[in-house]
Nanobody, 119 residues
Framework: QVQLVESGGGLVQAGGSLRLSCAAS????????LGWYRQAPGKQRELVAT???????NYADSVKGRFTISRDNAKNTVYLQMNNLKPEDTALYYC?????????????WGQGTQVTVSS
């Protein structure tokens, strides 16, 4: 079982920056892949960025060069640094933990943190 708690959202002007944090419970943090997803009103949830247990990263095309995902295994925390924010980045941002075992895979989600970018 993994519990995730996001923080760091807020209101920012276009061109500004925010850093989201996601603190995870459990002793298996270093073994799991982590990601950030977002959902804007009336739209489906979409992938923003992921980071594997070996710290390989993947980004949506829309955020490449502006967002950076990182993890601190000592603090059981994953971060999303968001620079040069645009109004279209406005969404509820969710942290995801993806655990793969021999039998099956598990996905855990946080409650979400709101990011609003004004033009």
């Amino acid at each position: 079982q993994v519990q995730l708690v996001e923080s760091g959202g807020g209101l920012v002007q276009a061109g500004g920056s925010l850093r989201l944090s996601c603190a995870a419970s459990g002793s298996i943090f270093s073994r799991i892949a982590l990601g950030w997803y977002r959902q804007a009103p009336g739209k489906q949830r979409e992938l923003v960025a992921t980071i594997t247990s070996s710290s390989s990263t993947n980004y949506a095309d829309s955020v490449k060069g502006r967002f950076t995902i990182s993890r601190d295994n000592a603090k059981n925390t994953v971060y999303l640094q968001m620079n040069n924010l645009k109004p279209e980045d406005t969404a509820l941002y969710y942290c995801n933990a993806h655990l793969v075992t021999v039998l099956r895979s598990y996905d855990y989600w946080g409650q979400g943190t709101q990011v609003t970018v004004s033009s």
